[in-house]
């Protein structure tokens, strides 16, 4: 594992870390804060999947007990108390909870990667247009526009003002200084989950930019989640290599 600082804008920096195959040294991360007791939080579809992940925590607990049942190296040991919540916090919040969110503007926040370049990103609640308006400012002659089956059936028409933009400014005439200066959007879809991740998908990515007539100003975007943004960020890099 590698050391990533987590930097927001006018509070503390929050360590993390990046890492491949890295069970042992998580858990080992673990013990290290000496806890008591460790509550560990998932989700059905996780537990289902990787249930055994902190297993190790158990077993060694009741591996350095032995036989009398008593040891110094097992009273170090934590309990484990393992809670499950349903996918999206279902079991503890109403949907309407996060509808009804009042709107939090956009602060910036960094991701400091430990000897490479320094990321930036934001936070936001209910922040569309500031999203439309960061692509927009960077002034891209088109957007390639990248998302997943899931999250375009249900958040199909995010970024349609864009499009709609577009078309307002063109009016009757069909032709306007404005619409020249909006970008054209174009969007691929891809396969839920690591299914994405894939040569054919990739490959299919690379033919479909150069057949919208891609440019050295166009700008890649990635809308969902981590699977979407790994094949994303390939895909971007080859392009513009």
Request: hydrophobic content about 40%; overall charge negative; charged content about 20%.
């Amino acid at each position: 594992m590698e050391p990533i600082s987590f930097v927001f804008a006018d509070r503390a920096t929050v360590p993390g870390w990046l890492g491949v195959d890295v069970q042992g040294e998580i858990i080992q991360h673990l013990l290290d804060v000496k806890p008591d007791r460790i509550l560990l939080i998932t989700d059905e579809t996780v537990d289902s999947l990787h249930g055994d992940y902190f297993s190790a925590l158990c077993n060694g607990k009741e591996g350095v007990l032995g036989e009398t049942g008593q040891s110094n190296a097992a009273s170090e040991m934590p309990e484990v108390e393992t809670s499950w919540l349903k996918r999206c916090l279902g079991f503890s919040l109403p949907h309407t909870a996060f509808q009804d969110s009042s709107h939090m503007p956009m602060e910036p926040i960094s991701f400091v990667f430990a000897d490479r370049a320094t990321v930036p990103g934001w936070l936001g609640v209910d922040v569309q247009d500031e999203i439309l308006q960061h692509l927009l400012d960077v002034k891209p002659d088109r957007i390639l526009l990248i998302t997943d089956e899931t999250v375009d059936s249900l958040h199909g028409d995010y970024f349609s003002a864009l499009l709609n933009a577009k078309g307002d400014a063109l009016g009757e005439t069909g032709h306007s200084d404005a619409a020249s200066e909006m970008p054209e959007v174009d969007k691929f879809i891809l396969p839920c989950g690591d299914t994405c991740k894939s040569w054919a998908n990739l490959t299919a990515l690379m033919e479909w930019a150069f057949r919208v007539g891609a440019t050295k100003r166009s700008l890649v975007v990635a809308f969902g989640g981590g699977a979407l943004m790994n094949v994303t960020g390939l895909f971007a890099s080859m392009l513009y290599r």
